[in-house]
C-alpha cells in the first residue's frame, strides 16, 4: 500500500510559468514533508520542507502548501526556469518511526523554451 | 546543509565480484544510516537501516547475507554487494541519520554499479 502517492508522473511546463507538483498521502501520523528534486545518476538534492502543524513554507521561488484535510500538498514553482527540469519526489517522515522517509514515486517536471 | 560523501561514485564489475561502496557523513555524527537503491524510472527504495554499532535492519525481499551492511562508526558505512549480478545493477544512496537531521534528511550523491 502507498502511503505517499505522486499520481502525475510527468508534467511539462513553459518557461516562465508555475509548476504545481501534487502529492497524497494516507498515514495520519505524518508530520513531516519533504520535497527533493534529482538529476539522472545524482542523489536527491533536499528542495523545501514543511511541518505539519503549518500549511504553507515558502523559499524563494519554491512554496509548499499542506491540506491535513485532504492529505494532500503541493510544490509550486515560480517562474519555472529550465534548470527545473528534473524528477521531484515528496517525502514523508514521522517522528515515531525515527524520521524514516516516506516517498512517492516521482514526478518528471520538463520546463519547455 | 550536512555533507556526505560516497565512494566510488561509479562502478564497474564482472558478474560473481564484490563491490564495497563507502558513504561518510563528513560533518556530523550519524548514529543512523539508511541505504537505498534506485532502478531507472523508480522512485528510490530503502533496501536497509543500520544504527551505530549494531546490526543493520533490512527491508523485506533485501537479502541481508547478499548486502553487507557496517556501519562502525557515527561517519562511516559500507554497504558490500556480495556476489554481483547484473540484475543488482543499480543507483545505491546512502542518507546519514542523527538528531541534527531529524527534519531534513541528507543524501550521499550516489553510487552507480554496473555490473556486467
Known amino acids: 500500500d502507498q502511503q505517499v502517492k505522486q499520481n502525475s508522473p510527468s508534467l511539462s511546463v513553459q518557461e516562465g510559468r508555475i509548476s504545481i507538483l501534487n502529492c497524497d498521502y494516507t498515514n495520519s501520523m505524518f508530520d513531516y514533508f519533504l520535497w527533493y528534486k534529482k538529476y539522472p545518476a545524482e542523489g536527491p538534492t533536499f528542495l523545501i520542507s514543511i511541518s505539519s502543524i503549518k500549511d504553507k513554507n515558502e523559499d524563494g521561488r519554491f512554496t509548499v502548501f499542506l491540506n491535513k484535510s485532504a492529505k494532500h500538498l503541493s510544490l509550486h514553482i515560480v517562474p519555472s526556469q529550465p534548470g527545473d527540469s528534473a524528477v521531484y519526489f515528496c517525502?514523508?517522515?514521522?517522528?515515531?518511526?525515527?524520521?524514516?522517509?516516506?516517498w512517492g514515486a516521482g514526478t518528471k517536471l520538463i520546463i519547455k523554451p | 546543509g550536512a555533507v556526505v560523501s560516497q565512494h566510488p561514485s561509479w562502478v564497474i564489475c564482472k558478474s560473481g565480484t564484490s563491490v564495497k561502496i563507502e558513504c561518510r557523513s563528513l560533518?556530523?555524527?550519524?548514529?543512523?544510516m539508511f541505504w537505498y537503491r534506485q532502478f531507472p524510472k523508480q522512485s528510490l527504495m530503502l533496501m536497509a537501516t543500520?544504527?551505530?554499532?549494531?546490526?543493520?535492519?533490512?527491508e523485506q525481499g533485501v537479502e541481508k547475507d547478499k548486502f553487507l551492511i557496517n556501519h562502525a562508526s557515527l561517519t562511516l558505512s559500507t554497504l558490500t554487494v556480495t556476489s554481483a549480478h547484473p540484475e543488482d545493477s543499480s543507483f545505491y544512496i546512502c542518507s546519514p541519520g542523527g538528531w541534527e537531521t531529524q527534519e531534513t534528511q541528507y543524501f550521499g550523491p550516489g553510487t552507480r554499479l554496473l555490473v556486467l
Open positions: 560533518d556530523f555524527q550519524a548514529t543512523t
Open positions: 543500520s544504527n551505530e554499532g549494531s546490526k543493520a535492519t533490512y
Open positions: 517525502a514523508a517522515s514521522a517522528e515515531d518511526s525515527n524520521y524514516q522517509l516516506i
